[in-house]
């Protein structure tokens, strides 16, 4: 019976939980609407799905056709390729496995692959854990070798990349890890490798003997109910179709090794679960999030894109490409945002960026609703006085140093003359004369972090010069 009240009562608070959501819910879905139907623009991709969590209540909302002429809208349910943010769920195993004292960050790799690879070291120096997570192993993309394939890329690469994959087994993969050569000193230089992410599930199978993809499901799915995200489909599940940007359909990933770099299918729904275990306070989030070698402004935690400092704190990112849909899955920790992006849709070297540009401003249009002013300065009697205020969220120990930079001081950060002073722990100030300044002009400015990250101005600044590609806060002098 107390078993039925306890289920009862989570069932009416879910309920309450949903109704608040569609009321609280609307200006937030209206602002999804916004920043959605332009990506889908920008990208010209047939459809776009976006999951939000924000303070703990969940979004998602769907745009366009799978397929074109076709009518057939994703929905929460529709799965698609999660290609590399299948090394979150990676990377977080492996804090786990740190956490639990079962292999240390300074381990030599070669401990855990039961063969002694005497190549898997570059003038004595062994490929570490630590250069797996940070993508410093020295080691080549992948294995099957593809360099050859997208040497030239045409219309065909993908379905010369996938076929290479499917034929490819684990008994050729060892084999060919035997041949591999370290071009340089692990743990010196960023080279992103799929490979380190196969080498890592093979790890983590030899530590807690047990297959990778059943460790996955077990020790991470099925905790977090992701019941909808798998390494295969059952035959009833339908994986939805993506296009490259001739709109020619795409093969879907193969991969015969472990899957560790990106081979797990899931949905929108499953993926707003993970938005929030990666919002949590999971001591195993925090060691996956962590900045290892203390980088100033930017880190990789374990097999993160980036973790980086920007003006709403640290800014975690995924980004998983397969030949066709891709998802960008980030987070923003301190101010407890999460946003999933994906597209159906590949346009090289363009998506990506449309896929983060997408989730700047959407973060930016959820956070910032304040009322429209001058942003950036303000003037008193014969001064300029420029002022930044962090969000009081944040981390002011993440902050070493805020500068203003322009057109007056030729765009340099480094200029001891303005660095702005610290106030108190959130506010930053400097005096400058206006007599420095020529009159009946205006002046282009930015404040930057650190030195190194430059900040747009925010939506509700009146002085934006609302430039299309780089727009910047402004200031005139009469």
Aim: aromatic share 12%.
């Amino acid at each position: 019976m107390k078993q039925f009240f306890s289920f009862l009562l989570l069932t009416i608070f879910l309920t309450s939980s949903a109704q608040n959501n569609l009321i609280s819910g609307k200006s937030v879905f209206d602002i999804i609407d916004q920043d959605a139907q332009n990506l889908l623009k920008n990208s010209k991709s047939n459809s776009v799905s976006v999951g939000i969590v924000k303070d703990g209540k969940i979004y998602t909302k769907h745009y366009g056709e799978i397929d074109k002429g076709k009518s057939n809208k994703p929905d929460n349910n529709t799965y698609y390729e999660i290609a590399s943010v299948t090394k979150i769920i990676t990377g977080s195993l492996l804090a786990k496995a740190v956490l639990e004292g079962k292999v240390n960050l300074e381990d030599d790799i070669r401990k855990y692959l039961k063969r002694a690879y005497p190549n898997l070291e570059y003038n004595g120096v062994p490929i570490k854990i630590k250069d797996l997570i940070t993508y410093e192993t020295a080691l080549p993309r992948g294995l099957p070798d593809e360099s050859a394939i997208w040497a030239q890329k045409n219309d065909q690469s993908e379905f010369l990349s996938e076929k290479i994959n499917r034929e490819y087994s684990k008994k050729q993969f060892f084999e060919d890890l035997k041949k591999v050569k370290l071009d340089t000193i692990p743990g010196k230089k960023h080279k992103y490798s799929n490979l380190s992410l196969e080498l890592t599930g093979f790890i983590l199978e030899n530590i807690y003997q047990k297959d990778f993809q059943t460790l996955v499901k077990e020790e991470f799915l099925l905790p977090l109910k992701m019941n909808h995200t798998k390494f295969e489909l059952a035959e009833n599940e339908v994986l939805a179709n993506a296009y490259n940007d001739k709109n020619i359909l795409m093969p879907n990933i193969s991969n015969n090794l472990w899957g560790a770099s990106g081979k797990l299918k899931s949905t929108m729904s499953d993926l707003t679960k993970l938005l929030q275990y990666e919002l949590s306070k999971n001591k195993i989030v925090k060691e996956s999030q962590r900045n290892i070698k203390q980088s100033e402004n930017y880190w990789y935690g374990y097999f993160w894109d980036s973790l980086e400092i920007t003006d709403k704190g640290i800014f975690g990112y995924k980004h998983g490409g397969a030949y066709g849909t891709q998802t960008l899955f980030s987070v923003f920790p301190e101010i407890n945002l999460g946003i999933c992006f994906i597209v159906n849709t590949n346009v090289p070297d363009k998506t990506f960026g449309d896929l983060k540009y997408a989730t700047l401003t959407l973060a930016e249009d959820l956070t910032n609703q304040k009322p429209k002013k001058t942003e950036g300065y303000k003037m008193k009697s014969n001064d300029i006085i420029f002022t930044y205020e962090l969000n009081k969220k944040l981390d002011p120990k993440l902050i070493k140093s805020i500068c203003v930079a322009g057109d007056f001081n030729d765009w340099n950060p480094n200029n001891p003359k303005y660095q702005l002073i610290k106030k108190r722990n959130y506010k930053y100030e400097l005096k400058v004369p206006k007599s420095n300044f020529k009159t009946e002009r205006t002046y282009l400015f930015k404040f930057v972090l650190n030195k190194e990250i430059w900040l747009d101005p925010p939506k509700n600044a009146v002085n934006n010069d609302n430039k299309p590609d780089d727009n910047h806060l402004t200031f005139r002098i009469d």
